[in-house]
């Protein structure tokens, strides 16, 4: 029997399976693309492939499209899936975990595994990984190329909250003539300042923060993401997989409880 989390969003779709003394047998990331319901039956067949066939498993499933997974035997949110995914993998204690979406940044306060408090941001793009595409796009640049070029720039500020509006900010600055290393640091610069005043509405909270998500990888974020709080944000190569993660550990739960034979 394995245990299936299964983290749709809104710009990848994640997979954890872990069998069943709890070890992660599985992991896939791929794009979510235009359709939920679609990358939710290529992620069946995938895991058909695998030799994980659907009585074999018991699927919680959370994330943006949580509700196009109509083989999940459990729906699950987001907030909830993120602390249990951040407490297998950064342990008990208290800290900060930083998720930073495609759509949304999620600020969870977690005191040994158990969420105390939590900051999302309204549905503007600015301060998400989305912001750093589309930003990225203006530039012609993927988002790691960009953060990477954001190292010899310096200099430029971008000014606008307003994901629509900074692009057009960027485009001006290009049409100045600035330099494209000097408009990087600067893109990379507002995001982690963003995510930065996100933190700060977590007064008295630990000091100790982890990242989540697509950028939590991104060595040069996390680098500013550092300087902005003025305390060290660590992470772990399946940063990414936090929510589908927390999924899966509710799901070998359930299983452990009866919740499937």
């Given amino acids: ?9 809104s710009t990848y779709a994640k997979v954890i399976a872990l069998d069943e003394s709890g070890e992660i047998a599985y992991r896939r990331v791929a ?13 069946l067949k995938e895991l058909w492939q695998e030799g994980i066939e659907r009585e074999q498993m018991y699927c919680v499933a959370t994330g943006y499209g949580r509700g196009s997974v109509e083989y999940a035997d459990k ?11 951040a407490a297998r993998l950064f342990g008990s204690g208290s800290y900060i975990v930083i998720d930073v979406g495609g759509q949304d940044t999620k600020i969870i306060a977690l005191e040994d595994g158990h969420v105390k408090d939590f900051i999302m941001n309204d549905k ?5 990984g989305r912001f750093l595409e589309v930003m990225a796009g203006a530039l012609g640049l993927t988002t790691d190329m960009m953060c990477k070029l954001s190292e010899k720039g310096s200099g430029v500020t971008i000014n606008s909250m307003c994901a629509v509006f900074a692009e057009s900010e960027v485009i001006g600055l290009m049409g100045k003539g600035t330099a494209k290393e000097d408009i990087a640091y600067g893109i990379v610069d507002s995001i982690a300042s963003k995510v930065k005043t996100q933190c700060s509405r977590m007064s008295g909270r630990s000091a100790a923060y982890y990242l989540t998500g697509g950028l939590s990888d991104n060595d040069v974020f996390i680098h500013r ?7 060290p944000v660590r992470s772990d190569r399946d940063g990414r997989f936090a929510g589908a993660l927390g999924a899966a550990v509710i799901a070998h739960q359930s299983v452990q409880q009866g919740g499937k034979a």
Avoid: P, Q, R
Wanted: proline share 0%; net charge negative.
């Fill in 1 to 9: 029997m394995y245990s299936v989390g299964i983290d749709i969003g």
């Fill in 31 to 43: 794009l979510t693309g235009w359709n939920s319901v679609s990358s939710a039956e290529d992620i």
């Fill in 75 to 85: 729906s699950v949110t987001e907030i909830t899936c993120h602390a249990k995914g």
């Fill in 124 to 128: 503007c793009a600015a301060g998400t």
């Fill in 225 to 231: 993401l550092s300087e902005k709080i003025g305390s």
